[in-house]
Structures are given as structure tokens and as C-alpha cells.
């Protein structure tokens, strides 16, 4: 596609439901990073994908976070039991892997967890 | 541990004010280092730097590398209401280029 794709934009779930926030990257991006943003704070690295591979999880905060990337494209990010600390912006972002770095942003999903 | 820090958090100037972003890191085999505005929900890019000394520029934006020091800045000219919006640097690092984010730099222009 154009640019990278997130779905919903906006999400509101009551606490203890499960949600799939999925990432649509710019075809071709063999790298996509999940990144949660709380109100006024800054980013906050998730996960990183390499093609369908996650080298780096280090940033899921628990084990009720998990992610998965299939055809080296779209991924989804899924949260167990959501409690409200989990309300944030989730942002996804991927870029080519190949000499230029630059990442390029989907527009987000709001996620409210009441 | 790579990181990067961003300074300061915060800024509020007037319009017409000139300000210096800071962002400095530590990461092993450093890529890059791109600087990002972030209006609303998703950043968008304003330069990759890889080269020490090299000015970007874009309007009254500019940006320099410092690789022996490990920095960057992101100057603002003649600033605008406009230019009110969270600066963020991130530096590719290692084998697999990913980026490590600095934590944001909040600017507010005041008319």
C-alpha cells in the first residue's frame, strides 16, 4: 500500500477483554516496530520484527502482550486481559531494512481500556 | 545498553524565537540518526543524518551530526504557532538497523 495501514483507529474495551490491533507496513518493509505511546509521554519500543522473525520482544511488558508477523507483512498485536494501564496510542511503523532507516509511521490505534 | 537522550523535555519560546534541540546517544555500531515531529498521533520524518559535519536543511529547519561527540541537534529559526509539536530522535543501531528512540523533546510556541 501507500503508507502504513492500522486498524481500528480506535478501540474502546472493557478490562479483562482481549484485543488484535493489526499493522498493514508499506509493502516491501522487511522491518516493522510496535510502539505504545501514553498520554504526553514518549515512545515506547515493543517489539521489532526482521521479515516474519522478532529478534527483539524486549519491550512486550507482560507476558499478556504478544505479536505476530505472517508473509513478512501484515502483523497483529494482541493483548489478554486488558487492564487500563494498557490504554494508550499503539503505533506501528516499518521501514526498508536496506541502507535507508528511515521508519515510516501508521497512524495508530487509540486503545481505551475501561 | 544503547540509548539515546533527548533535552531538554521541554520548551516553551515565542514566535520568532530561534531553539536547539539536543540529542545525544550510545549505541553500539551506530546506522543512523533520524529526527521525527510528532503533531497528533503519528511522527513524521524530517532528516536521516549518517555523516558527521554535513548540514540537513529543510526550510527553517537544520540539523548537524557530531559522530566523535555522539549528537545531534535540530535547530528552528524564526520560529511558528505551527512548530508546536514533540521533536523525537532515534538512532538505527547494529546489524539489524533497529531504532532506538529518545523519550521526545515537547516544544510549545507561543504567539
Known amino acids: 500500500g501507500a503508507g502504513v495501514s492500522q486498524s481500528p483507529s480506535n478501540k474502546v474495551t472493557e478490562k479483562g477483554k482481549d484485543v488484535e490491533l493489526r499493522c498493514d507496513p508499506i509493502?516491501?518493509?522487511?522491518?516493522l516496530y510496535w510502539y505504545r505511546q501514553s498520554l504526553g509521554q514518549g515512545l515506547e519500543f515493543l517489539i521489532y520484527?526482521?521479515?516474519?522473525?522478532?529478534?527483539?520482544k524486549s519491550g512486550l511488558p507482560s507476558d499478556r502482550f504478544s505479536a505476530e508477523r505472517t508473509g513478512g507483512s501484515v502483523s497483529t498485536l494482541t493483548i489478554q486481559r486488558t487492564q487500563q494501564e494498557d490504554s494508550a496510542v499503539y503505533l506501528c511503523a516499518s521501514s526498508s531494512g536496506r541502507g535507508s532507516t528511515e521508519a515510516f509511521f501508521g497512524q495508530g490505534t487509540r486503545l481505551t481500556v475501561v | 545498553e544503547d540509548k539515546v537522550v533527548q533535552s531538554p523535555l521541554s520548551l516553551v519560546v515565542h514566535e520568532g524565537d530561534t531553539v536547539t534541540l539536543n540529542c545525544s546517544y550510545e549505541v553500539t555500531n551506530f546506522r543512523s540518526l533520524l529526527w521525527y515531529k510528532q503533531e497528533k498521533k503519528a511522527p513524521t520524518f524530517l532528516f536521516m543524518l549518517?555523516?558527521s559535519g554535513i548540514e540537513k536543511k529543510s526550510g527553517r529547519l537544520s540539523s548537524i551530526l557530531d559522530k566523535k561527540e555522539l549528537f545531534s541537534i535540530l535547530n528552528i529559526t524564526a520560529t511558528q504557532t505551527g512548530d508546536s509539536a514533540i521533536y523525537l530522535c532515534a538512532v538505527s543501531a547494529g546489524n539489524n538497523r533497529k531504532l532506538i528512540w529518545g523519550l521526545g523533546t515537547s516544544l510549545a510556541v507561543n504567539p
Open positions: 520484527f526482521q521479515g516474519n522473525s522478532a529478534p527483539d
Open positions: 509493502s516491501g518493509h522487511t522491518a
Open positions: 549518517t555523516s
